[in-house]
């Protein structure tokens, strides 16, 4: 058995579970922050070209995502634990530029109507 296969090796689901229950607590309180106090200066330029950065670590992720399933359906565990987690920091990523991009940007209203209205939502 490989090293990074190894049980014993693995993190403990007590450990995980505190960890996802801080970062998930941190983040609904940041975004409760953002939405109903945070004052956005709509002159201000600061962050525009994060929406192409967010596009790119999407599609990134997106990649990682659908060769992470070609190496274990192809039998390469550890390959497959490589790429999801690269995966994993390319959304955490996103998550985090997508946030400042709203706090400094606020938010954008979609305008269009018609029948391509109900297609964007």
Same mark, same amino acid.
């Given at each position: 058995?490989?090293?990074?296969?190894?049980?014993?090796?693995?993190?403990?689901?007590?450990?995980?579970?505190?960890?996802?229950?801080?970062?998930?607590?941190?983040?609904?309180?940041?975004?409760?922050?953002?939405?109903?106090?945070?004052?956005?200066?709509?002159?201000?330029?600061?962050?525009?070209?994060?929406?192409?950065?967010?596009? /790119?670590?999407?599609?990134?992720?997106?990649?990682?995502?659908?060769?992470?399933?070609?190496?274990?359906?192809?039998?390469?565990?550890?390959?497959?634990?490589?790429?999801?987690?690269?995966? /994993?920091?390319?959304?955490?990523?996103?998550?985090?530029?997508?946030?400042?991009?709203?706090?400094?940007?606020?938010?954008?209203? /979609?305008?269009?109507?018609?029948?391509?209205?109900?297609?964007?939502?």
């Amino acid at each position: 058995m490989a090293h990074e296969d190894r049980p014993d090796e693995m993190i403990s689901p007590p450990v995980v579970a505190l960890a996802t229950t801080v970062v998930t607590v941190a983040a609904l309180g940041f975004l409760v922050w953002l939405v109903y106090f945070h004052q956005v200066d709509g002159a201000s330029r600061a962050g525009e070209s994060l929406p192409a950065l967010n596009a /790119f670590l999407n599609a990134a992720a997106a990649c990682l995502l659908w060769t992470g399933r070609r190496a274990i359906r192809a039998g390469q565990r550890a390959q497959h634990k490589r790429l999801m987690l690269s995966a /994993f920091l390319a959304s955490a990523l996103f998550l985090v530029s997508y946030v400042i991009y709203h706090a400094l940007q606020g938010d954008t209203h /979609f305008s269009g109507t018609g029948w391509i209205r109900p297609i964007y939502f």
